[in-house]
């Protein structure tokens, strides 16, 4: 069983309500090789969307790059740093936020929880895919005996949902467990729709 819960949470805390539970620290402050799942970390070589010959360092990189502001366009000076940090394009300093480029070249601007289905979440599955495939092997195995507690500093899963940032945790678990953005999403009738669409199949 894997669980996503919030890195602010106290370790007692997290084992007194799941005793006896593998607590998994995901985000870049990870101490040990599970900093290869946070969007921060530099796998390199990860292809960014709609934007043939380019490619960036992290899946954070690529998300904040293609970022358009009414005082900037996408900037793909970020595509380049490994350093996990100045990542983060905020609206203090570029204003508001236009929507996300659909490709550096693009004309089209995309929405936030557009974007998130067609860049974020393909490019974050690349790496899942690409880089780290042997963690998620290893997840998937030792899940099935054991409570898996994914720790994030977000736990939105709700891809819909663009009130809060989206839990970077919720997809590794869906695609471990080949669930909605990476696997079947059940409609109305309960059939099984076609899985989320990605850029690198």
Same mark, same amino acid.
């Given at each position: 069983?894997?669980?996503?819960?919030?890195?602010?949470?106290?370790?007692?805390?997290?084992?007194?309500?799941?005793?006896?539970?593998? +607590?998994?620290?995901?985000?870049?402050? =990870?101490?040990?090789?599970?900093?290869?799942?946070?969007?921060?970390?530099?796998?390199?070589?990860?292809?960014?969307?709609?934007?043939?010959?380019?490619? !960036?360092?992290?899946?954070?990189?690529?998300?904040? *790059?293609?970022?358009?502001?009414?005082?900037?366009?996408?900037?793909?000076?970020?595509?380049?740093?490994?350093?996990?940090?100045?990542?983060?394009?905020?609206? @203090?300093?570029?204003?508001?936020?236009? *929507?996300?480029?659909?490709?550096?070249?693009?004309?089209?601007? +995309? *929405?936030?929880?557009?974007?998130?289905?067609?860049?974020?979440?393909?490019?974050? @599955?690349?790496?899942?895919?690409?880089?780290?495939?042997?963690? /998620?092997?290893?997840?998937?195995?030792?899940?099935?005996?054991?409570?898996?507690? +994914?720790?994030?500093?977000?736990?939105?899963?709700?891809?819909?949902?663009?009130?809060?940032?989206?839990?970077?945790?919720?997809? /590794?678990?869906?695609? =471990?467990?080949?669930?909605?953005?990476? *696997?079947? @999403?059940?409609?109305?009738?309960?059939? !099984?729709? +076609?899985?989320?669409?990605?850029?690198?199949?």
């Amino acid at each position: 069983m894997i669980i996503i819960e919030t890195k602010r949470k106290k370790t007692e805390t997290l084992l007194k309500k799941y005793p006896n539970a593998i +607590l998994a620290d995901v985000t870049s402050k =990870a101490k040990d090789g599970l900093v290869k799942l946070s969007p921060f970390y530099p796998h390199y070589g990860i292809p960014v969307p709609f934007s043939p010959g380019y490619t !960036a360092t992290c899946v954070e990189a690529v998300w904040q *790059g293609l970022k358009v502001f009414e005082g900037c366009d996408v900037d793909t000076s970020l595509f380049t740093n490994d350093t996990m940090r100045g990542l983060k394009r905020t609206v @203090r300093k570029y204003g508001k936020p236009l *929507g996300h480029r659909k490709g550096v070249n693009g004309t089209e601007l +995309l *929405g936030y929880i557009e974007a998130r289905k067609q860049i974020y979440i393909p490019t974050y @599955r690349w790496v899942l895919e690409n880089k780290v495939k042997d963690i /998620i092997d290893r997840l998937r195995e030792v899940s099935k005996t054991k409570t898996i507690v +994914l720790l994030d500093y977000d736990t939105n899963a709700d891809v819909d949902n663009g009130r809060e940032p989206l839990s970077h945790a919720s997809l /590794i678990k869906a695609y =471990a467990e080949g669930t909605y953005p990476y *696997g079947p @999403r059940q409609n109305d009738s309960g059939k !099984a729709t +076609l899985k989320e669409p990605s850029l690198f199949d």
